[in-house]
C-alpha cells in the first residue's frame, strides 16, 4: 500500500475554515523561514492582531516580516461586507498603509487569492507567503506561539532565546489562559454585543471576576509580569485586552463596574510598566485607530458614531518599580466574587 500523500501544514479541508500554516525549519515543511518571505496584514486596532504584532517585535522579526495595516474603519455591513479596507494611499489615515502586495483595496481580496471559494471571515492578522502566494495562518493565538520560534535559525542568539512559553511555566500559562481568553479576552466583547439586558447582566461581572483574579495573580507574584520575572505570552495577551479596557471597553462596551487606572492599582501598574518599559507593548499602540475602531464601526452601538475624548491621558507615566508598594483592588460585587472563586492560577 502506497502511504499517503503529505498535506502542507496550511490545508484546510473547508472553505470556510481558517489557515493554520507553521513557519519552520523542519525539512519537510514548504513555509520555511526565510527574511522577506512573508508578509502580515494587521489592524492596529484589533487586539488578536495586535498579539501578533508584538512577538513580531519582541522577535526582531520586522525585517523578516513586513506588514501591511488596514483603516480602523469602516468595518461593513451587520454580516461584515465588504469588510476591513486600505487607504487610497499612505497619507489618508495615518497609521494605516496601502495593501503593500496587491494593491487591494479590500482585505477581502487577499483572502480571495488565496481561495477564490472562501466562505469565512475575513479577519487580522494574516500572515501571506509570497514564494507561494498563499495564506499561512490567520488564528492569532497560532501565530502568538509559532513566530516565538519561526525564525531561530536565522537570528542572533539573544533573540532566539526569547521565549515567551518556558518549559517550566507551561502548565499554569496554559490554565490562566484558558480562563483568561474566555472570560476577558472575549468576555468583553460578550458584554459589547450583548443583545438583552440579561445576556448584558450575565457577561459583565464575568469579566470583573477576571480582573479581579488577576490583580491577585500579578500581586502574589510581585512583577515586572504576569508570573514574576519571566514575560510569557499571558502578558501578551492580558496587555492587548487591558491597553483598550479604560479607552474603549469601559464606556463603548459597558463594561463600567470598574476600570483598571482606579479599581486595580496592580494591574494598573503592571499596565504602565508594559506601556513604557518595553517598546514592543508601546510602540505598537495606536490609541487613535483603536478608540475610531470600536466607535465608528458599531453602528448598533454606537449610531452617530462619536468617539469620547477621554480618558485622559490614554495611559498614564509612574510606574511603581517596588511592588510591595501597591495594594490590590477589586470588585467586591457579590456575583462577581462568586465568579472568581472558579478561577484558578
Given at each position: ?8 501544514l ?49 522577535k ?113 500559562i ?20 450583548a ?44 496587555y ?31 499596565l ?7 517598546p514592543?507593548?508601546?510602540?505598537t ?7 475610531e ?49 472558579q478561577?484558578?492560577?
Open positions: 500500500m502506497s502511504a499517503e500523500p503529505k498535506v502542507p496550511f490545508y484546510r479541508s473547508k472553505p470556510e475554515d481558517s489557515w493554520h500554516g507553521v513557519i519552520s525549519d523542519s525539512p519537510d515543511n514548504p513555509l520555511q523561514p526565510e527574511k522577506g518571505r512573508y508578509h502580515m496584514y494587521i489592524g492596529l486596532f484589533c487586539p488578536f492582531a495586535h498579539r501578533a504584532n508584538i512577538v513580531r517585535h519582541l526582531g522579526l520586522q525585517e523578516y516580516i513586513d506588514i501591511s495595516v488596514v483603516k480602523p474603519y469602516p468595518k461593513g455591513d451587520e454580516n461584515g461586507w465588504p469588510g476591513w479596507c486600505f487607504p487610497k494611499d499612505d497619507d489618508e489615515y495615518a497609521g494605516a498603509t496601502v495593501d503593500k502586495l496587491f494593491g487591494s483595496d479590500y482585505l477581502h481580496k487577499v483572502y480571495f487569492k488565496a481561495d477564490k471559494d472562501y466562505k469565512g471571515r475575513y479577519t487580522v492578522p494574516v500572515l501571506w507567503d509570497k514564494k507561494l502566494n498563499t495564506i499561512v495562518n490567520n488564528e492569532s493565538a497560532e501565530l502568538l506561539r509559532s513566530l516565538q520560534t519561526s525564525f531561530n535559525s536565522l537570528l542572533p542568539s539573544e533573540l532566539a532565546e526569547i521565549t515567551l512559553y518556558p518549559e517550566h511555566l507551561r502548565e499554569q496554559d490554565r490562566i489562559s484558558e480562563w483568561m481568553q474566555r472570560d476577558l479576552n472575549t468576555g468583553v466583547y460578550k458584554a459589547g454585543f443583545s438583552s439586558q440579561e445576556a448584558y447582566d450575565k457577561a459583565v461581572p464575568i469579566v470583573f471576576a477576571a480582573l479581579n483574579k488577576l490583580e491577585k495573580i500579578l500581586y502574589e507574584n510581585k512583577g515586572p509580569c504576569v508570573l514574576g520575572k519571566h514575560m510569557t505570552e499571558l502578558d501578551v495577551r492580558l492587548a485586552t487591558l491597553i483598550r479596557f479604560d479607552p474603549v471597553y469601559v464606556q463603548h462596551f459597558k463594561c463600567n463596574l470598574g476600570n483598571i487606572r482606579y479599581t486595580y492599582p496592580v494591574l494598573h501598574n503592571w504602565k510598566g508594559m506601556y513604557w518599559n518595553h514592543a507593548f508601546g510602540g499602540t495606536d490609541f487613535k485607530h483603536i478608540k475602531n470600536y466607535t465608528k464601526s458599531h453602528q448598533d452601538i454606537n449610531p452617530k458614531a462619536i468617539t469620547p475624548m477621554g480618558p485622559y491621558p490614554d495611559i498614564e507615566k509612574g510606574y511603581e518599580e517596588d511592588w510591595s508598594k501597591l495594594s490590590p483592588g477589586s470588585i467586591d460585587l457579590p456575583i462577581v466574587t462568586e465568579h472568581e472563586k478561577l484558578e492560577a
